[in-house]
């Protein structure tokens, strides 16, 4: 008989619970469930067929192995969160924001982030009246005050917005709650320092606010300073030289109209005085030695004081007007849009054609939106072309979408901080105001 040898017995001892682990390890191995498939951006479509659009565009972002939980998926366009309409395993539908911008579409499901092509985002442009239009003189809301002039508007960093008058010499003030009251001048023409109604003005057309809160006033040929609580002050006398147009900027105050620019301190110092060299029937640009100029209306400064931005008026030629701009870095002044031609032409900026420009903003983005008063149109030069916004339609009083609405005299132009832009229609005595989304 065979007998089993004590190192057999220790052999299969060893090797049994190998054995055994590899047995676990394999039935583990096959127990595991398959990894989740990695989901993968394909492209994206809209309706339209093209990567663009105004707000509530629904984009469809086509791919695979996407999760259908609406709250694990997210989809942003310039960083902006878009609404996740729908889901399956390859389509995701989405609606953009208002105010959205253009930028890239990005994906995120469950963490996982996928970056698609820009999307191109057009602005839509909503315009309503602010003010009721009926004339006369009384305080309170604007649904029911009465104004008797509404030629520009300046806004401050609280959104109050005041109101200047050219022909019936007062400041209104429009607080954010919307209610309308005088806040300095008396509707009598004339030249006196005080606290409200004891004030008077000439023609108080245009004003600024300055970094310090006050309210900065180009009044005929002074310039005239209300605080917040309606004291008015005059801190220049220029004597002989028309001040309209004005811009209170960090640096100091700049005014001006005609073939006058000034500069001058908060303390009423005189900086810099520019002189046209030619009369207001000629365009001569060029170093400021040689340059011709006639500045009509408000002016605009960027945001480094290197350039102020005005509306020439051509005399002589119907209104005809000019965008120029004058650099305060090399003292030139060059012709940047328009022609000496009155018209209503759009398209790039050199063949355009304005009919008296009031008054000129730069929105947040750049684009320099412009009152082309007997056009009755709002305008925007950006990237080198010129675009008509409102007033499409031809002159009136319409509200609605910037295709069909329509304005009237339009003299003064403001955007409060919320980006919203306010305009002084003249002839309809109202202010208008249009959101831009």
């Given at each position: 008989?065979?007998?089993?040898?004590?190192?057999?017995?220790?052999?299969?001892?060893?090797?049994?619970?190998?054995?055994?682990?590899?047995?676990?390890?394999?039935?583990?191995k096959n127990d595991e469930p398959e990894p989740t498939p990695e989901p993968g951006l394909s492209n994206v479509t809209t309706v339209g067929g093209t990567l663009s659009g105004k707000k509530n565009t629904v984009i469809t972002i086509n791919g695979s192995n996407f999760i259908t939980d609406l709250s694990k998926i997210k989809v942003l366009v310039n960083d902006n969160d878009c609404q996740v309409l729908s889901a399956t395993s390859a389509t995701i539908t989405a609606k953009i924001p208002p105010a959205c911008g253009t930028g890239k579409i990005v994906l995120i499901i469950d963490g996982k982030r996928m970056e698609g092509p820009e999307f191109t985002?057009?602005?839509?442009?909503?315009?309503?009246?602010?003010?009721?239009?009926?004339?006369?003189?009384?305080?309170?809301?604007?649904?029911?005050?009465?104004?008797?002039?509404?030629?520009?508007?300046?806004?401050?960093?609280?959104?109050?917005?005041?109101?200047?008058?050219?022909?019936?010499?007062?400041?209104?003030?429009?607080?954010?709650?919307?209610?309308?009251?005088?806040?300095?001048?008396?509707?009598?023409?004339?030249?006196?320092?005080?606290?409200?109604?004891?004030?008077?003005?000439?023609?108080?057309?245009?004003?600024?606010?300055?970094?310090?809160?006050?309210?900065?006033?180009?009044?005929?040929?002074?310039?005239?300073?209300?605080?917040?609580?309606?004291?008015?002050?005059?801190?220049?006398?220029?004597?002989?030289?028309?001040?309209?147009?004005?811009?209170?900027?960090?640096?100091?105050?700049?005014?001006?109209?005609?073939?006058?620019?000034?500069?001058?301190?908060?303390?009423?110092?005189?900086?810099?005085?520019?002189?046209?060299?030619?009369?207001?029937?000629?365009?001569?640009?060029?170093?400021?030695?040689?340059?011709?100029?006639?500045?009509?209306?408000?002016?605009?400064?960027?945001?480094?004081?290197?350039?102020?931005?005005?509306?020439?008026?051509?005399?002589?030629?119907?209104?005809?007007?000019?965008?120029?701009?004058?650099?305060?870095?090399?003292?030139?002044?060059?012709?940047?849009?328009?022609?000496?031609?009155?018209?209503?032409?759009?398209?790039?900026?050199?063949?355009?054609?304005?009919?008296?420009?009031?008054?000129?903003?730069?929105?947040?983005?750049?684009?320099?939106?412009?009152?082309?008063?007997?056009?009755?149109?709002?305008?925007?030069?950006?990237?080198?072309?010129?675009?008509?916004?409102?007033?499409?339609?031809?002159?009136?009083?319409?509200?609605?979408?910037?295709?069909?609405?329509?304005?009237?005299?339009?003299?003064?132009?403001?955007?409060?901080?919320?980006?919203?832009?306010?305009?002084?229609?003249?002839?309809?005595?109202?202010?208008?105001?249009?959101?831009?989304?």
């Open positions: 008989m065979k007998t089993t040898t004590p190192a057999l017995i220790k052999s299969v001892i060893i090797i049994l619970p190998v054995l055994f682990s590899l047995f676990l390890f394999s039935c583990s985002f057009v602005n839509s442009y909503t315009i309503s009246s602010y003010t009721n239009g009926i004339a006369g003189v009384e305080n309170g809301h604007v649904a029911t005050a009465k104004l008797d002039e509404i030629e520009s508007v300046a806004i401050d960093k609280q959104n109050n917005k005041f109101i200047g008058q050219y022909i019936h010499s007062k400041i209104w003030k429009i607080d954010n709650n919307d209610i309308a009251t005088v806040f300095a001048g008396n509707g009598t023409a004339g030249i006196a320092d005080g606290n409200g109604s004891a004030a008077q003005f000439t023609y108080p057309e245009y004003s600024s606010v300055g970094p310090d809160g006050n309210l900065y006033v180009a009044d005929d040929n002074r310039i005239r300073k209300i605080d917040p609580q309606g004291n008015v002050s005059t801190i220049y006398n220029s004597g002989s030289i028309g001040l309209y147009g004005i811009k209170a900027m960090p640096g100091g105050i700049y005014s001006g109209s005609g073939g006058n620019f000034i500069k001058i301190s908060y303390n009423g110092q005189l900086l810099w005085h520019l002189k046209s060299k030619g009369s207001g029937s000629t365009i001569i640009d060029g170093d400021t030695s040689i340059a011709s100029f006639n500045m009509y209306g408000n002016i605009e400064i960027d945001s480094t004081e290197q350039n102020i931005y005005f509306g020439n008026n051509l005399l002589g030629s119907n209104n005809a007007s000019q965008i120029r701009k004058f650099s305060l870095l090399d003292k030139t002044i060059t012709t940047i849009a328009g022609t000496t031609t009155v018209g209503s032409q759009d398209g790039p900026a050199q063949n355009a054609s304005f009919k008296l420009i009031s008054d000129l903003r730069f929105d947040k983005s750049g684009g320099l939106w412009i009152a082309d008063t007997y056009n009755n149109k709002i305008r925007l030069l950006k990237d080198g072309n010129v675009t008509t916004v409102i007033g499409i339609s031809g002159p009136g009083d319409v509200d609605g979408d910037a295709a069909t609405a329509k304005i009237k005299s339009p003299t003064g132009i403001a955007f409060d901080s919320n980006g919203v832009l306010f305009i002084a229609c003249y002839d309809l005595i109202k202010l208008k105001k249009m959101v831009i989304d």
